[in-house]
């Protein structure tokens, strides 16, 4: 079973960049998407963006002009880059991997692995 | 519109049943995924596409669908239940993914 662990900057400055990186461990990045997800203080969870092995992106479209997703397949990860950060993009990062199935006429996707969390703090 | 809306909290008394709903439009034609969240901890998928459980998770959770809205039951509610429960589906595109809001589940 593929096992994600994620890493990255914790505590930044108002426009400083964030990155973070997740890394999966037994089992490869084909086949999947691979996501990023976030959960501000006593908030919900937001879709950050995703990439697949090929490296084809999907960013969440309030990020998209702040927001670079890659992949690194010789090291089986993918990072996560936010450029411009606020105190608004304080929250708990999470690195998931996304899966896509059918059945009948519905088509369904999941996040059935995750990653432990990274906590980001934006304050000056 | 793509917006998933949950009722913001629940509670169940110890043993009995709860549902949790979640309304969108794109419910129509996506299934839900099913995330329990509790502090501290990562999202942990407890449903997903018809009503399946993945490997680990309890019977007692299951899943239903009916038009825009889906629906998690946990029929005899644990105190090990209590946690936020977040649903996930994309637009209608199949590109974008949206959570619910979450429903703070307290069990009594």
């Known amino acids: 079973q593929v096992q994600l662990q994620q890493w990255g900057t914790g505590l930044l400055k108002p426009s400083e960049t964030l990155s973070l990186t997740c890394g999966a461990y037994g089992g490869s990045l084909s086949g999947f998407f691979w996501t990023w997800i976030r959960q501000s203080p006593g908030g919900g969870l937001d879709w950050i963006g995703e990439?697949?092995?090929?490296?084809?992106?999907i960013y969440n479209p309030s990020l998209k002009s702040r927001l670079s997703i890659s992949v690194d397949t010789s090291k089986n990860q993918f990072s996560l880059r936010l450029t411009s950060v606020t105190a608004a993009d304080t929250a708990e990062y999470y690195c998931?991997?996304?899966?896509?199935?059918?059945?009948?006429?519905?088509?369904?996707?999941?996040?059935?692995?995750w990653g432990k969390g990274t906590a980001v703090t934006v304050s000056s | 519109s793509s917006e998933l809306t949950q009722d913001p909290a629940v509670s169940v008394a110890l043993g009995q049943t709860v549902t949790i709903t979640c309304q969108g439009d794109?419910?129509?034609?996506?299934?839900a995924g099913w995330y329990q969240k509790k502090p501290g901890q990562a999202p942990l998928l407890v449903i997903y596409g018809r009503n399946n459980r993945p490997s680990g998770i309890p019977d007692r959770f299951s899943g239903s669908t009916s038009g825009n809205t889906a629906s998690l039951t946990i029929t005899g509610a644990q105190t090990e239940d209590e946690a936020a429960y977040f649903c996930n589906s994309p637009d209608s595109s199949g590109d974008h993914l949206f959570f619910g809001g979450g429903t703070s589940v307290t069990v009594l």
């Open positions: 794109g419910l129509r034609t996506y299934y």
């Open positions: 990439i697949n092995y090929s490296g084809r992106t």
């Open positions: 998931a991997r996304k899966r896509k199935s059918m059945s009948g006429l519905y088509y369904y996707f999941y996040m059935d692995v």
